[in-house]
């Protein structure tokens, strides 16, 4: 008998998943044994839509912060339908991965035992929730021993909203430089802070000279979603 399953992918807090700086999210269904179930292979996750669009327009309904635990209405979020014929009840792994920039930033999954003739769809559909943000670091322009430089990374939504001290409030999110030196050592752990849009900005003032990494970490203390970056490389004169 034919099994239909509708799965319906958020991001943390009641957010749509984009496809914004970056980024791109995947879909795959495996079985117990770790396959791909037939007719299901990656799904690219494009941008949720609301009333036909991206969202554009309807701010109210995409862009309002709310606590975690708020009951979300993910029937506008990307859904991605297929069906197969199970010759018994099998239990199901639903996994989204967050690709930013090429380096995986976020991975979610549910599982969930189906059987044969068993429909999943609308409010009984399978619903898997992304935890994240996305940030970059910013390369700093110049390094110089004793001067103090400003040291700035951007934040967004998983949507690819920008933080805008508006409907996502600077103050809610908690954003570390973390500098270290060619050895792994951590030499400075700067605090940034909100300064305009998507961009939060601290002071560092290098104490030695070399190479150096810089690594964005960023938590919204409002809900614990968290994020990092991917890590640039700078030199100190």
């Known amino acids: 008998m034919l099994t239909s399953i509708t799965v319906r992918a958020i991001a943390w807090g009641g957010k749509f998943i984009g496809q914004g700086q970056d980024g791109v999210a995947r879909l795959t269904v495996t079985d117990d044994y770790g396959n791909i179930i037939a007719g299901v292979q990656d799904a690219p996750i494009t941008q949720g839509n609301v009333d036909g669009g991206d969202g554009s327009g309807v701010t109210q309904d995409i862009m309002q912060s709310v606590p975690w635990g708020t009951p979300v209405n993910p029937t506008d979020a990307y859904s991605y339908t297929f069906s197969f014929e199970p010759p018994a009840p099998v239990q199901l792994t639903f996994t989204v991965n967050v690709f930013h920039n090429g380096t995986l930033m976020a991975t979610a999954s549910n599982q969930q035992v189906v059987w044969p003739g068993l429909t999943l769809s609308g409010t009984a559909a399978v619903v898997v929730v992304v935890p994240g943000l996305l940030t970059n670091m910013i390369t700093p322009a ?4 004793g001067q103090p430089t400003t040291i700035q990374a951007n934040v967004y939504m998983m949507c690819g909203c920008k933080i805008d ?6 103050g809610n999110f908690n954003v570390q430089a973390v500098v270290t030196n060619a050895s792994g050592t951590v030499v400075a752990t700067v605090p940034l802070y909100w300064q305009s849009l998507a ?10 000279q070399g190479p150096v990494t810089l690594q964005s970490f960023v938590i919204e203390t409002t809900n614990g979603n968290t994020a990092f970056s991917v890590p640039v490389s700078a030199n100190v004169q």
Do not use: K, R, V
């Open 142 to 145: 110049a390094l110089t021993t």
């Open 165 to 170: 001290n508006d409907y996502w409030p600077g």
């Open 199 to 208: 961009t939060f900005a601290g002071s560092w003032t290098p104490e030695t």
